[in-house]
């Protein structure tokens, strides 16, 4: 019982340690001092003391991480994975204290093993000292930035494969801790560094997958892009050299007005017809003769083709464009940014038709306007399911099933490399609206 009240009391202090290594990577100082705070504290230091006496020497690490996993997940309501990321981040600090303290503690006692355990482990003071070297590593290395940095990273990556890493790297540490101090039977280790390596070998080859996919959707984008352009200048064309030979015939009929009737008849009739052929190509493309204001660049052609496969699908849609919008507004905006946005329209358009195709009502709404500062362009549609906002744009996460979801991906990765452009999300009753916005 002695022995129980001493670890418990050690864990007291690694757990108000933990705390304070949390508020520094998760950047929020939540009140220690509270009755739930200090209630959950006192839970974990009992759950440490309980894991360091009875659990299984190779389970330690990885049990205590999980646990303190859900302890920061009640405390400071963050992402799942991001609180298993502060919990392993802490456990790794906490190994590393726990080796230089060892290496501190050595040299007082060189030739007795047995006294260096006796002093070192489920001792009060040392605990307090792996605790000060712990705050010492939070506070005067680039931990934060390091915690920061792959945070980001792993944005990209999967929950389940972010999961499974975790679990395998902390498993690896137990392994190596388990070598050094306890007798193990070779064939065992072979066997598990085995496994190991088969479970990085699998998230390897699908993180190279998953960069595959994002690389050819934004393959997929650029191409949609540039022929959206070309699209673009073939139907201005097309429409400027039907006009111009309209009026060239204007021209020939006042030049033989009161002479060669039949020539004039015949050119009455030809007037009409190319009149007719100019109303064919403005009613066959009807979606680019809706689209004539919107900016050129790509974004007017896009539109066009997108309004197209609505109405082939059987989607209810509406446009509405802003008065002071149209097509040579964004002549003097670095082109770059015009495709950028393009390429968002793109995503999110095909996100749109892909959620409500399979519902029984179909509704995109798209709204185009400027402030003067920014140009905007609002699409919303509604659900059909339940959409989890913090996950959007995480690598693969989608509503519309599996195989979907790097397009919002490639989305997330176009906003973070251009601080022209942004995105507001929205979700209200049963709808979704996204605005991007480009300052011009």
């Not at 393009?342 to 009502?361: E, Q, R």
Request: positive net charge; proline residues 1%; charged residues 20%.
């Amino acid at each position: 019982m002695s022995e129980f009240l001493e670890v418990l009391c050690s864990s007291l202090i690694l757990a108000f340690v933990d705390v304070y290594i949390w508020n520094k990577l998760l950047k929020e100082k939540i009140k220690i001092f509270c009755f739930k705070n200090l209630l959950l504290i006192f839970l974990s230091s009992i759950v440490i003391a309980i894991n360091y006496l009875f659990n299984n020497a190779f389970l330690k690490i990885t049990c205590i991480t999980f646990f303190c996993s859900f302890i920061i997940k009640i405390m400071y309501n963050k992402p799942y994975i991001k609180c298993l990321c502060t919990a392993v981040f802490s456990q790794i600090i906490f190994l590393v204290s726990d080796m230089l303290f060892a290496l501190l503690v050595f040299p007082f006692y060189p030739h007795d093993i047995d006294k260096i355990k006796q002093v070192y482990f489920s001792k009060i003071y040392s605990n307090l000292g792996i605790g000060i070297l712990s705050l010492a590593i939070i506070n005067f290395f680039k931990i934060k930035s390091w915690f920061k940095m792959i945070i980001e990273l792993l944005e990209h990556v999967k929950k389940q494969q972010i999961i499974i890493l975790l679990i395998a790297f902390l498993f690896s540490i137990n392994l190596l801790l388990g070598i050094l101090y306890y007798e193990i039977n070779y064939l065992a280790i072979v066997l598990i560094i085995s496994i190991l390596l088969l479970i990085y070998t699998y998230i390897t080859l699908q993180s190279i997958t998953q960069q595959e996919n994002i690389a050819n959707i934004r393959i997929e984008y650029d191409q949609l892009m540039d022929k959206s352009v070309e699209y673009e200048q073939v139907l201005d064309e097309n429409k400027r050299d039907l006009h111009e030979l309209k009026n060239d015939f204007s021209v020939l009929h006042v030049l033989i007005e009161k002479s060669k009737s039949e020539a004039l008849n015949q050119l009455d009739f030809m007037i009409k017809e190319y009149g007719k052929v100019e109303k064919v190509l403005d009613g066959s493309d009807k979606y680019y003769y809706k689209t004539l204001k919107v900016p050129s660049g790509g974004l007017r052609g896009l539109l066009s083709t997108k309004l197209k496969l609505m109405e082939e699908q059987n989607i209810n849609y509406n446009l509405r464009i802003g008065h002071c919008i149209n097509s040579k507004m964004l002549e003097d905006t670095n082109k770059h940014n015009v495709r950028q946005v393009g390429k968002l329209l793109g995503i999110y358009l095909d996100n749109s038709i892909s959620a409500v195709k399979n519902l029984k009502d179909k509704n995109i709404n798209i709204e185009i306007y400027s402030d003067g500062v920014y140009f905007n362009i609002l699409i919303s549609n509604n659900l059909g399911g339940v959409l989890e906002l913090d996950k959007v744009g995480t690598m693969g996460y989608t509503t519309n099933g599996s195989g979907h979801g790097y397009g919002l991906s490639l989305a997330k990765e176009i906003l973070k490399n251009n601080n022209k452009i942004s995105v507001s999300t929205q979700i209200t009753g049963n709808s979704i609206t996204k605005i991007i916005s480009l300052e011009i």
